[in-house]
């Protein structure tokens, strides 16, 4: 299946709290690598017409990623590319794996790219976004979250990297915490955020909560520090 493109790897983004360092894990939610749902098909993707060479470079892109091939499925990319350069699937894809790879200037370059062909696809707005936010560019990254949902308002995705957003940027907390609610289901990690910010508004027995709720399913590397951040609520009560 050619969908519009991956929804990127979980990526980190470290934020600083009073408990230690918040690594926010950005989301592999809504697709895995090199797949995807088309979302809102834009005018672009409607008009433009990919030659089937390119398509099936993509195909072998999405089976090497599939894999965990990286470098393979790169190569792919690019002969699609090569092929078709304004294929817009591929530059998201190769944005995708650049990103997997930590290349991360050259994800945002091209998921920029990939934005000036199709810009107002909520899938590459919503890459972006997590590109930059990745690139420890919440400013920048911000613009692109609210757009994707603005295209896509069910977007879960673009809600969870706007929350993130938010929070990073100590922007608009009571919207980011409800942003983080609505799909802190889908995304446990947002009961993460959610704690942090009910601690720092005082409402430490929600905060608590919120805590032990995620804690069930935390990975090893985020135990230490809900575990410092439950113990610092319990001195304060």
């Known amino acids: ?3 519009s493109g991956t929804l990127l790897k979980q990526e980190y983004l470290e934020i600083p709290l009073s408990y230690g360092s918040l690594t926010v894990q950005l989301p592999r939610k809504e697709s ?3 797949q ?3 979302g809102t098909v834009s005018v672009q993707r409607l008009s433009h017409h990919v030659p089937k060479s390119a398509q099936k470079q993509l195909q072998k892109a999405m089976k090497a990623s599939a894999k965990g091939d990286l470098n393979e499925a790169i190569q792919h990319l690019q002969r699609a590319l090569e092929e ?3 294929f817009v699937e591929a530059h998201n894809n190769l944005g995708a794996q650049y990103l997997k790879q930590s290349r991360i200037e050259q994800a945002v370059a091209t998921f920029r790219h990939a934005e000036s062909l199709d810009p107002e696809s909520a899938r590459i707005q919503s890459n972006l976004a997590l590109a930059l936010l990745t690139a420890r560019q919440p400013e920048e990254a911000e613009p692109h979250a609210r757009k994707a949902l603005s295209i896509q308002p069910a977007s879960s995705q673009a809600r969870y990297v706007l929350g993130c957003t938010q929070f990073a940027l100590r922007k608009e907390l009571d919207d980011a915490a409800r942003n983080l609610s609505l799909v802190a289901a889908e995304f446990p990690r ?3 955020l959610l704690g942090a910010l009910l601690a720092q508004k005082g409402n430490h027995r929600e905060a608590e909560a919120k805590l032990k709720n995620y804690l069930g399913s ?3 590397n985020d135990r230490e520090l809900v575990n410092r951040m439950l113990q610092s609520l319990m001195k304060r009560e």
Request: net charge neutral; glycine share 12%.
């Open 1 to 3: 299946k050619v969908g």
């Open 32 to 34: 895995s690598p090199a």
């Open 36 to 38: 995807g749902s088309p």
């Open 84 to 86: 078709d350069p304004y």
């Open 190 to 192: 947002a009961n993460l």
């Open 218 to 220: 935390a990975n090893p």
